[in-house]
């Protein structure tokens, strides 16, 4: 215990050397701008503001516009979370078989990942504007076309798009997880007579917990960042069925609404951080009980 005591005190000045660049960077552009967006959230103004406590999140909850974004962006992450994730599973033990052409599958679900949202805005619009190619399409078939990002139908494109934007780098994450399951337990497995589904219940989903696990928080957290897509195509207010947080906050300060901008800053971060809280506290208890 003392000789790791002595190691520790040796290499702990060293380590903190190395790290000293990354703590001042999280520091300088991350800690302190939250704790000014934290103290602007209890004034009246960011320039010569009073302090008013909680009534600017009291004003906030109050708002119609904010209950409304904050509904839209639950549903959101509630229906695009569990969507992403199965899709990207789902590419990932396919691609893991030997399937024809895999390594350009590959490539092609990893190609939203590098192409720029403004290319992708405009192959969005042009599939889904009322002249557009998928009501092109309805027409050959005989049927009406739909007005896709002025109705309910919005939701449905926009998470499309999600799902299309974050399926590339959940699939790549689950690639990896499942390269380090030992083939030896497939191989055992199907000797013992053990189906596919039995071998997926039994191996492969306890072998992918941790990496599951954190595809569901990236994808939580990507949940309540789609807001460029949304605002290329739709525009800044767009159908009430994708109007997200990421939009309130955008009128809010294109309107220069300081005190509803930081105290909805606030809550989402608060939010997210206590939701990936619980995640990483259910991920050590489903370690810990398949461990026991």
Same mark, same amino acid.
């Given at each position: 215990?003392?000789?790791?005591?002595?190691?520790?005190?040796?290499?702990?000045?060293?380590?903190?050397?190395?790290?000293?660049?990354?703590?001042?960077?999280?520091?300088?552009?991350?800690?302190?701008?939250? @704790?000014?967006?934290?103290?602007?959230?209890?004034?009246?103004?960011? =320039?010569?503001?009073?302090?008013? @406590?909680?009534?600017?999140?009291?004003?906030?909850?109050?708002?119609?516009?904010?209950?409304?974004?904050?509904? *839209?962006?639950?549903?959101?992450?509630?229906?695009? #979370?569990?969507?992403?994730?199965?899709?990207?599973?789902?590419?990932?033990?396919?691609?893991?078989?030997?399937?024809?052409?895999?390594?350009?599958?590959?490539? #092609?679900?990893?190609?939203?990942? #590098? #192409?720029? =949202?403004?290319? !992708?805005?405009?192959?969005?619009?042009?599939?889904?504007?009322?002249?557009?190619?998928?009501?092109?399409?309805? %027409?050959?078939?005989?049927?009406?076309?739909?007005?896709?990002?002025?109705?309910?139908?919005?939701?449905? !494109?926009?998470?499309?798009?999600? =799902?299309?934007?974050?399926?590339?780098?959940?699939?790549? $994450?689950?690639? +990896?997880?499942? %390269?380090?399951?030992? +083939?030896?337990?497939?191989?055992?497995?199907?000797?013992?007579?053990?189906?596919?589904?039995?071998?997926?219940?039994?191996?492969?989903?306890?072998?992918?917990?941790?990496?599951? /696990?954190? =595809?569901?928080?990236?994808?939580? !957290?990507?949940? /309540?960042? !789609?807001?460029?897509?949304?605002?290329? $195509?739709?525009?800044?207010?767009?159908?009430?069925?994708?109007?997200?947080?990421?939009?309130?906050?955008? *009128?809010?300060?294109?309107?220069?609404?300081?005190?509803?901008?930081?105290? +909805?800053?606030?809550?989402?971060?608060?939010?997210?951080?206590?939701?990936?809280?619980?995640?990483?506290?259910?991920?050590?208890?489903?370690?810990?009980?398949?461990?026991?």
């Amino acid at each position: 215990m003392k000789r790791l005591r002595h190691r520790y005190r040796r290499e702990a000045p060293v380590a903190l050397l190395f790290l000293a660049p990354s703590l001042a960077g999280f520091l300088l552009f991350f800690l302190v701008p939250f @704790g000014a967006v934290l103290y602007y959230s209890l004034t009246d103004g960011p =320039v010569g503001g009073n302090y008013v @406590g909680l009534d600017n999140y009291r004003t906030l909850w109050e708002s119609g516009s904010f209950r409304k974004a904050l509904f *839209n962006s639950l549903t959101f992450a509630a229906v695009g #979370v569990p969507a992403v994730f199965a899709a990207s599973l789902g590419l990932a033990l396919l691609l893991q078989g030997k399937l024809p052409l895999r390594q350009s599958f590959r490539t #092609v679900f990893l190609l939203p990942l #590098v #192409v720029p =949202v403004a290319s !992708v805005t405009l192959v969005w619009q042009a599939l889904f504007h009322w002249n557009g190619a998928m009501n092109g399409l309805l %027409s050959d078939w005989g049927l009406a076309p739909v007005d896709w990002m002025n109705t309910r139908w919005a939701f449905a !494109v926009m998470l499309a798009v999600y =799902v299309w934007k974050n399926a590339g780098y959940n699939l790549v $994450v689950f690639l +990896a997880g499942l %390269s380090n399951i030992p +083939a030896e337990l497939y191989e055992a497995a199907s000797l013992d007579g053990a189906g596919v589904w039995r071998r997926f219940r039994h191996i492969t989903w306890p072998g992918l917990m941790p990496t599951s /696990f954190f =595809v569901v928080v990236m994808s939580m !957290v990507s949940s /309540f960042k !789609v807001f460029r897509e949304t605002y290329l $195509v739709a525009g800044p207010y767009p159908h009430d069925a994708v109007y997200t947080l990421q939009h309130f906050m955008n *009128n809010m300060f294109q309107s220069l609404d300081y005190p509803k901008l930081t105290a +909805a800053a606030v809550l989402l971060s608060l939010g997210i951080g206590l939701a990936v809280y619980g995640l990483l506290r259910l991920e050590r208890r489903s370690r810990e009980a398949m461990e026991a």
